[in-house]
C-alpha cells in the first residue's frame, strides 16, 4: 500500500490543519457534566465548520471524505489535543449502522441530529450475563398492536445519562436459535419505562451507567434492519467500533509516549538504560499501531468493510497503553499517584482498556480463528 499522500490529501489536511488552529478546543474542565457539555460544544462547532461527519456521505450532512481523508481527520484531531466529539458512538456506530441498514424515513429522521450533536446516542448491548457472549441478551421486546414492550437491564452503557437514543439489542423471539432470536431497536431514552444509574469507576468518573429497563415502549418504525435480524446489524455496529477508533487511538498513544520521553528526559530517568529500552519498545509499538491503521484501512478499500484485523490492532493498542501508563507511573514517581494527576488518570483509566470494545480474551479467539485460521475453542 502507498502510504504517500496525494495532492488532494495533502490540501484536505492543511484545510483542516488551519481549521483546527482557527478553533481551538479550549481548555478541557474537571467534571463529568462540564466535560461532556464541552465535547458537545466541541461536536456542534465542528459540525458548524463541516467537520463533524467526515466520513459520512454527503447525502446525509458529511464530508464524504474519502478513507484516507478520514484517517488524516483523526489524525489530526489527536494531534491538535482535541476530545472526540460527544456523540462518538452516534458518529461512528449508530449512524454508519442506520445508513447500512436504516429505512428512507429512519435515515431523515435520524442522521442529521447525530451529526449536530441535537441527539446522543448510546449503545445499549452489554448485560450483567450478556457482555462477551452478545448473543446471550436476556432483555426482552414482546409486541403489542404497533408497539414493543421491553423489560430487562444493562450495563456498561457509556454516556447513557446524556443520550437521547439507545441502540438496543433485544430478544423477541425465545424459541429460535439464540443468535436468531434478537433485533435491533432505537429506543427513546426519555421516557417513564427507562431508569439510568451512573456507575462510578475507578477513575471517579461516571462514564457509564445501569439501564433498567422496565416496560418502555419502542415503535414499530424504530425496528433497524428486521425483526429476529438484530444480530446482523449489531455485527455492523461493533465492526465500525473497531475500524473507527483505531486512527484516534493509536495517535494519542503517540502523544502520550512524546511527553513521557520529555518527562525522562528531563528528571534523568532516560540515562536508565532499562527505561530507554522500554520507551523505544513503545516506539515500535506506536509505528507498528499507525502502519496496522492503515493496513486495516486497505481492507475497507478492498472488502467494502473492516476485516478480523481490526482485533489485532485493538488488542496490541490496550496492552501498549496499558505498558505506557504503567511506564509513566515509574518515571513520573510518586506524583503519579497522587489523585488528580493526569498520570494517575492513565494508569487508572487504561485499566479498562483490556475490556472495553471487546476483551484481549475474545481478540485472541478472533485473531485465532478468523486470522490464523486456527481450530476453534471447545
Ligand atoms: C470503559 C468501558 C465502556 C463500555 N461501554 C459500553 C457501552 O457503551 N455499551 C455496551 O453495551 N457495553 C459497554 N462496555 C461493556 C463491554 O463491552 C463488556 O465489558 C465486554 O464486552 C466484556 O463483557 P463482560 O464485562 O460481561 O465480561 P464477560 O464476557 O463476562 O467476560 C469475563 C472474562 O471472561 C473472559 N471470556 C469470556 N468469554 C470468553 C471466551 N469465549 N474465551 C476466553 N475468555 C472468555 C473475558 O475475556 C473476561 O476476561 C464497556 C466496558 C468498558 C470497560
Not at 481478540?363 to 476453534?376: C, D, G, H, S, T
Request: charged share 25%; with cysteine.
Amino acid at each position: 500500500m502507498d502510504l504517500t499522500f496525494t495532492e488532494t490529501e495533502l490540501a484536505f489536511r492543511d484545510e483542516l490543519r488551519a481549521w483546527f488552529e482557527a478553533n481551538p478546543p479550549g481548555e478541557e474542565p474537571a467534571g463529568d457534566d462540564a466535560h461532556y457539555a464541552w465535547a458537545r460544544d466541541w461536536q456542534r462547532r465542528l459540525h458548524e465548520g463541516g467537520w463533524a461527519g467526515v466520513h459520512w456521505p454527503t447525502e446525509y450532512g458529511g464530508r464524504g471524505a474519502s478513507l484516507f481523508e478520514t484517517a488524516i481527520f483523526f489524525e489530526e484531531l489527536g494531534r491538535a489535543n482535541a476530545p472526540l466529539p460527544a456523540n462518538v458512538l452516534g458518529l461512528l456506530l449508530g449512524g454508519p449502522t442506520v445508513m447500512f441498514w436504516g429505512t428512507e424515513a429512519q435515515k431523515e429522521r435520524y442522521l442529521m441530529p447525530i451529526l449536530s450533536a441535537e441527539e446522543i446516542w448510546c449503545q445499549g448491548f452489554s448485560e450483567p450475563d450478556a457482555g462477551s457472549d452478545l448473543a446471550a441478551v436476556k432483555t426482552t421486546a414482546v409486541k403489542d398492536g404497533d408497539e414493543w414492550v421491553i423489560h430487562g437491564q444493562k450495563v456498561w452503557t457509556s454516556g447513557a445519562q446524556y443520550s437521547k437514543w439507545c441502540m438496543l439489542v433485544a430478544r423477541t423471539d425465545q424459541d429460535v436459535p439464540k443468535h436468531k432470536g434478537l433485533t435491533y431497536f432505537l429506543m427513546d431514552m426519555e421516557q417513564p419505562g427507562v431508569e439510568v444509574r451512573p456507575l462510578v469507576q475507578i477513575t471517579g468518573e461516571a462514564e457509564f451507567n445501569e439501564l433498567f429497563i422496565d416496560g418502555a415502549r419502542i415503535p414499530d418504525e424504530n425496528v433497524v434492519g428486521g425483526v429476529g435480524n438484530g444480530w446482523k446489524v449489531a455485527l455492523t455496529t461493533l465492526m465500525n467500533e473497531r475500524a473507527g477508533l483505531a486512527f484516534f487511538l493509536q495517535v494519542r498513544m503517540r502523544q502520550q509516549l512524546d511527553k513521557l520521553i520529555d518527562v525522562a528526559a528531563e528528571n534523568g530517568a532516560l540515562d536508565d538504560p532499562r527505561i530507554a529500552d522500554k520507551l523505544a519498545d513503545l516506539h515500535v509499538r506506536c509505528e507498528t499501531l499507525r502502519l496496522m491503521a492503515f493496513k486495516g484501512l486497505s481492507t475497507i478499500e478492498k472488502y467494502g468493510q473492516p476485516g478480523p484485523e481490526g482485533s489485532l490492532a485493538k488488542w496490541l493498542w490496550s496492552e501498549s497503553n496499558q505498558q505506557l501508563a504503567q511506564l509513566g507511573a515509574d518515571i513520573v514517581g510518586a506524583d503519579a499517584l497522587l489523585d488528580g494527576t493526569p498520570w494517575a488518570y492513565e494508569l487508572l483509566r487504561a485499566r479498562g482498556n483490556s475490556i472495553e470494545g471487546g476483551t484481549t480474551e475474545i481478540l485472541k479467539n478472533i485473531v485465532a480463528e478468523r486470522v490464523l485460521a486456527l481450530p476453534r475453542a471447545k
